[in-house]
């Protein structure tokens, strides 16, 4: 049984959220992207050539959507959590009739909804810069939701055990940023000397971005069979954290 | 009947190794306003946090209308409204979006009429649009009660209502709870103003260092409070009370030099009119006389500072 009253109310709450601050959770991600397109797509990508025969400025718009999603959902899902935790409303999720899993259902699908739309806003800025082609469609879309999900729940998950505002900036920071950045987003993982390929494959964002990819142009540095293992692999681990947060109370109840 | 609230053998010993309560037992009858009284840390909102879900207990059981409500969490949570100490809003929200929320979060359809009829009855609803963070510190209290009650519950927790309410808003929120009992919601306040808790409520629960001292109707509590003393500062010690005095039920106090009668101010009959004409019978000059009432804070004071 599910209360599907309160998933709704959260959700709708969520979203709202993000119409009040639509600055910084739609217009600021777009504008960034938009600098890394006019940069690289069209300044100097111009002099780079085409890799696995797709313009330079074309290949990098599913990493550059990878890195949005990646960084959103994150920052949403975590401070959609923390900030009720913060302030003190808590207390009201905590005494409604709710589960941790309608909780976890209503803030990690607003969360996710979120950064679906703002990757689909970017895939459209992208549109308006670079000639795009989506062999996939299907699979594009299917790896967006798998990834704003997977991230979201991250991000959930982070917000749950930040103490502080700092802690909640500190792993989309000093791991999530560099991994995004030495995934693949901007190269073909194929270019890097072969020692470097090897310590790439312990990035998990390389078959995020690698997968993505391949649904756009066919390409990719890893199979496409191992890009959905490895994302739904990293989705269990997650949803194996969020069941042990909730059996344990950790750090929302006393 | 089933009790509204029954709490079982409940202890709570916080990962700090306080131990903020001590084997609680305590029922609340249906409809009934209890009043839970105590020192800032003595429990209060720790037990009421209990039996709401946000706290989980170390020991012991609650029950809301008889559901356990760690098994029967839904259940019981849809039951109960809870009006926290703290003025915790969503600060960038209006009152109407965030009482409505409440509804749904406690898994209701919404409701427009009844969160209009709330918010007015409570006197906000010229200001539903405006950001909660706007308002002043009362109508913050003012949007946390319709929240609590947006879901209508059958059992309402209030954790010191009316700590820092000016007096106006006192009396608003004294004839709402005495109108929310009228439709056989049960109320339980939490407060350190006793003359809070003797104002509302049927049954007085006082609480303190995570022990209950004493749970008892009001009104017997009161007839305790009622009684008087009535002080005379002799002119000359006295060695014992004289026998003509025998049936006024006297003692003596600071060597003889105090005589002291105990009476009940609500009889019709206080007997001091007869005492004095007996004490000047017996030829007793005194210099000085006081009375005094013993008060619920004297009560509370001694139960509460007893070692």
Known sequence: MMNFNAIRSIYIFEMARAGRTLLQSIISPVISTSLYFVVFGAAIGSRIQEIDGVAYG????????????????????????????????????????????????????????????????????AAVFVPLEILHPFWMLGFLVLTAVTFSLLGFIIGIWADGFEKLQLIPLLIITPLTFLGGSFYSITMLPPVWQTI??????????????????????????????????????????????????????N | MTPAISVTNLSKTYKSGFQALKNINLEIKQGEIFGLLGPNGAGKTTLISIICGIVTASSGTVLAN????????????????????????????????????????????????????????????????????????????????????????????????????????????????????????????TTHYID??????????????????????????????????LTLELASKLKSIPRTLARHQLSLSKNGAELNYTYDSHANRTGITTLLADIKKAGIAFTDIETRESSLEDIFVSLVRAP
């Open chain 2, 196 to 229: 809070e808790a003797e104002e509302m409520a049927d049954r007085i629960g006082v609480i303190s260092k995570g022990e209950l001292m004493l749970v008892e109707e009001k009104q017997a509590l009161m007839a305790k409070l009622g009684k008087k003393q």
């Open chain 2, 66 to 189: 008889g559901h356990d409500n760690v098994k029967e969490y839904r259940k019981t949570r849809s039951l109960i409204g809870l009006v926290p100490q703290e003025l915790t809003t969503d600060a960038f929200e209006t009152p109407w979006a965030t009482v409505n929320f409440s509804r749904g979060l406690f898994g209701l359809p919404p409701n427009h009429a009844y969160v209009e009829k709330i918010l007015k009855d409570l006197s906000l609803w010229d200001k539903k649009d405006q950001r909660i963070m706007t308002l002043s510190g009362g109508m913050k209290r003012r949007v946390l009660i319709a929240k609590a009650l947006s879901h209508e519950p059958k059992i309402l927790f209030l954790d010191e209502p009316t700590a820092g309410v000016d007096v106006e808003l006192r009396r608003d929120m004294w004839a709402l709870v005495r109108d929310l009992r009228k439709t056989g919601v049960t109320i339980i306040l």
């Open chain 1, 200 to 253: 790439s494959y312990f990035n998990p964002v390389v078959y995020l971005v690698s997968g993505f990819r391949w649904s756009f142009y066919g390409a990719a540095d890893v199979s496409i069979g191992v890009s959905l293992l490895a994302i739904l692999g990293f989705l269990a681990i997650c949803l194996a954290v969020i069941a042990w947060i909730f059996k344990t109370g950790y750090r929302l109840k």
């Open chain 1, 58 to 125: 074309a290949f990098i718009v599913p990493g550059l959507i990878m890195l949005s999603l990646l960084t959103q959902s994150i920052a949403n899902a975590s401070f959609g959590i923390y900030f009720p935790r913060f302030v003190g409303t808590i207390y009201e999720l905590l005494s409604a009739p709710v589960s941790y899993v309608d909780l976890t259902i209503a803030y990690v699908g607003a969360a996710a909804s979120k950064s679906i739309i703002l990757g689909l806003i970017i895939l459209a800025t």
